[in-house]
């Protein structure tokens, strides 16, 4: 059994906006066992439309169909469905009252025509109630290959796929097992991890498939498989991430799905009680924000403070600005000096410090732009590191963000 | 003349990562006039490749092909290529010297064997050096067809593709100008937009597209047309987006690329010299990261503080803790006192609060999921509101950051 997924929107072909809606809906599929073969992203355009239809139904034996639902007049997804299938639109009294409802409950206000009209859908589709927006998904057949169209507002897809289609697609398909389990690795480059693993990788068997997935100071290791016999395959690669781990256990820090780091660190500090802040200068707020996204930090992580000038280092934060004067801003020292100010200041076990220059131009020292220095300070020492990490303002901050949870990983493993 | 997009990875059809090569491939492309007519990810599988190159051979004249040149097992693009252009591998002497030079300045140390494979080319390819990597980027030709592989680590992409793949482009192909406007707005939906442009949406000639493009808060207007008389062209676009922000005033901030909603902001602090600051609690540093993403904010953004735990508010914050007894930690009172205190702590004009339940647990307060509490304070007066924002983590912090620099933005333009 193969799905594909197509994309529809202008906005798309002009990279307008990234499509991540195809990702979301790989991972779903593939947590059920269906593979996805192909992602299409083509125009909102009538012809481009129901040919990429009639092609992709000789492939797949289920279509995924994302985008062109609002109401506006750019959205020709469902003419277009009608013309495919020999169809045409009637009204769904349904998504006409969940429309009226959603205008009442969210905005107070009665729906115009143009929303109404959201609620016409083909006359085969199975009307999918999108409860968290006016565009209805719909589930259609043609010859035997299934139809799923979807708004293209990633929540509502989200919702619709996750409550409505999985469950018929898992009602409605056979499908095998697909087993995938992927290592996070920090600190070493993709080709020296391959050297290493080199003996154990050449004698993988063949139906189990290693990928490198690399990305600013990380590598995930990802194997794969796909069987009927669901124990069997997890046993099988279990056994492989086993052996796998041993081999890179000093930069290994668990595994993607059930971890990641700043969930690791918050098992641990949580563990012993422990708190941490932060002192994000050249960072900004980049640490600060990958921590915030997981849910339940706020049992460990305390605060922040983001003295982005540099007299707001000594006036907020207390560092001795003669240690400034004399080491430079971007300096081990002053960064150290931030980290164990921040915990004075949050009452906390552990803090991260950053100061250093993204770039584009060169901040209030003589530092090279791509230079950060990076302080953790804990209960027991402080350490601190300077780094160099290139020229692009976007992928200086990542790795800073990346490297600093990485040393505070060490830190709070260790001790 | 068309352009295609591949992008080859198990890791995209899995949904491991997010293709955002593509966008960027198409908004280059774009500029220089180039349709891009459709993007396809597939795996790394040796049928579905050569399937592929077929395919989109047909199509298009020019096909960007991304992905798969790493120097681990599981990339095959490189012997793909081959096959499909009856060619065989090399050894390309510059790309090799490039791979010693790399690890040499980076890594102080010698390439294994399967680094320096990755100088391994189509013996008729025109190679690319990739000054940022180790794998070459490669030009070939097949019965009048361009097609271009590019390594998928997006920072090596983009500079081979802006420093040596689009010259090379403009050079090679005759093209048409096509031009896109898009006009930012703020604070109203999609459908109202519609009724009220909907004379003006009428009357537009056919080569001109109107597309709408609504997120969290905001939503992009973006007119499109392509043809051979470029001043013609602008000029048209230009004479109806005039139109369209005249109607939309109230709402319009400005040109997408032109500016962004910081872009703006700081523009204007900077005329007035004035300086921002943020006391972020439920965001948690969304805002920060969005303002310091954006080079030279240094200028007007002097830094943040970000009092997740409550008691931080007082202690450091100074927030009068019967303020937060009185009023509950979640209320417009206590988002003021952090926007005014922020002010006092930072030196600066305008500051930005908010203190919320993000979820997905509910916090100190007794509001429910999704409440947040917005204040800014300025030279004159402060201002607060109190939004519910729904219960998806991740949407309550964006639509919060949006709401934030809009209210800013009305509070800066205003006064």
């Known amino acids: 059994m193969l799905a594909e997924i197509v994309t529809i929107g202008d906005e798309i072909l002009i990279g307008q906006i990234v499509d991540t809606n195809s990702a979301f809906i790989s991972q779903q599929l593939n947590k059920i066992g269906v593979q996805v073969y192909q992602i299409t992203s083509i125009q909102d355009d009538r012809e481009h439309i129901l040919q990429t239809l009639n092609e992709v139904s000789k ?119 697909i087993y995938h389990k992927t290592l996070l690795t920090y600190g070493m480059g993709e080709s020296s991890i391959a050297e290493r693993i080199a003996v154990w990788e050449n004698a993988l068997p063949k139906h189990i498939k290693l990928a490198y997935l690399p990305s600013l100071g990380k590598v995930r290791l990802r194997l794969s498989s796909k069987g009927v016999d669901e124990k069997m395959l997890h046993e099988e690669v279990n056994a492989q991430m086993d052996q796998l781990q041993t081999q890179l256990k000093d930069i290994a820090i668990g595994y993607e799905d059930e971890t990641s780091l700043v969930g690791r660190i918050g098992e641990v500090l949580l563990k012993k009680d422990q708190t941490l802040s932060l002192a994000e200068s050249c960072t900004g707020g980049a640490i600060a924000e990958e921590i915030t996204q997981h849910a339940g930090v706020s049992s460990f992580y305390r605060g922040s403070i983001i003295p982005y000038a540099t007299e707001l280092k000594t006036s907020i934060l207390g560092v001795d600005a003669q240690l400034i004067a004399k080491y430079n801003v971007v300096s081990n020292p002053v960064a150290e000096a931030m980290a164990q100010r921040s915990n004075v200041l949050f009452k906390t076990d552990y803090a991260i410090a950053t100061t250093g220059i993204a770039g584009p131009a060169k901040g209030d020292g003589n530092d090279e732009v791509g230079t950060v220095c990076i302080a953790i300070a804990g209960p027991k020492r402080v350490i601190s590191e300077k780094f160099l990490f290139g020229k692009v303002r976007e992928r200086v901050i990542r790795k800073a963000v990346n490297k600093a949870l990485e040393l505070l990983w060490y830190e709070i493993s260790k001790n």
């Open 59 to 177: 492939r797949a034996n289920l279509v995924l169909v994302t985008g062109g639902l609002g109401p506006t007049k750019d959205d020709i997804t469902k003419q277009c469905f009608c013309e495919f299938l020999g169809d045409t639109l009637v009204r769904d009294a349904n998504s006409e009252s969940n429309i009226r409802h959603l205008f009442e409950k969210y905005f107070s206000k009665v729906p115009t025509q143009m929303n109404l009209d959201q609620a016409l859908v083909p006359s085969t589709a199975t009307v999918l109630i999108n409860a968290n927006g006016t565009a209805p998904g719909m589930w259609m057949e043609k010859e035997g290959v299934v139809f799923v169209s979807l708004p293209g507002v990633p929540y509502e897809m989200k919702h619709l796929l996750l409550q409505q289609v999985l469950p018929k697609v898992i009602e409605h398909f056979d499908r095998p097992f």
